[in-house]
């Protein structure tokens, strides 16, 4: 007899020896599904995996997308696409790191977003939706009538 036996293809033993085909890639499916559901494990396809928006954590997939509310399919997509879910909240990093960042305007520049909005006297998420909207006018003008207010007001 040699060494090297051979290998019964569609079992999961062949998978592990290294058998990709789609016989043995099949029975391995199936060995994995009925362990998990010996060990009380529903497949993964049925909950999702532990999903992580930010610094909060949801059990499924289901719960992540109504708790972020977005579709499942966008969920899974962020998964596939970056492995996570901190791109989802917004296009560049999250809103609650952008807080936290530095404002510039022209030569000005304050510690963070709310900071600015305390210093404007407008309310918090003003400053936000007026920067993602583009209305750069709008933030100006404020931003003179609290320099105005202040008499800080820069004459040019
Ligand atoms: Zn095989």
Same mark, same amino acid.
């Given at each position: 007899?040699?060494?090297?036996?051979?290998?019964?293809?569609?079992?999961?033993?062949?998978?592990?020896?290294?058998?990709?085909?789609?016989?043995?890639?099949?029975?391995?499916?199936?060995?994995?599904?009925?362990?998990?559901?010996?060990?009380?494990?529903?497949?993964?396809?049925?909950?999702?995996?532990?999903?992580?928006?930010?610094?909060?954590?949801?059990?499924?997939?289901?719960?992540?997308?109504?708790?972020?509310?977005?579709?499942?399919?966008?969920?899974?997509?962020?998964?596939?696409?970056?492995?996570? /879910?901190? *791109?989802?909240? $917004? &296009? !560049? %990093?999250?809103?609650?790191? =952008?807080?936290?960042?530095?404002?510039?305007?022209?030569?000005?520049?304050?510690?963070?977003?709310?900071?600015?909005?305390?210093?404007?006297?407008?309310?918090?998420?003003?400053?936000?939706?007026?920067?993602?909207?583009?209305?750069?006018?709008?933030?100006?003008?404020? /931003?003179? *009538?609290?320099? $105005? &207010? !202040? %008499?800080?007001?820069?004459? =040019?």
């Amino acid at each position: 007899m040699k060494t090297r036996q051979p290998i019964k293809h569609g079992t999961s033993n062949a998978y592990k020896c290294g058998c990709r085909c789609t016989r043995c890639t099949k029975a391995n499916r199936d060995a994995c599904r009925s362990y998990r559901r010996k060990k009380g494990i529903k497949d993964i396809a049925e909950t999702g995996n532990p999903c992580k928006i930010n610094s909060k954590v949801y059990q499924s997939q289901t719960q992540a997308a109504v708790a972020a509310g977005v579709s499942q399919s966008t969920i899974s997509w962020h998964l596939n696409k970056h492995g996570n /879910l901190d *791109r989802l909240g $917004g &296009k !560049r %990093g999250n809103p609650n790191n =952008s807080r936290r960042k530095p404002v510039q305007i022209g030569e000005r520049e304050w510690p963070s977003r709310s900071a600015l909005e305390r210093y404007l006297g407008v309310s918090s998420g003003r400053v936000h939706r007026w920067i993602k909207k583009g209305q750069m006018d709008l933030l100006l003008a404020a /931003l003179l *009538r609290a320099d $105005g &207010k !202040r %008499g800080t007001g820069e004459t =040019s």
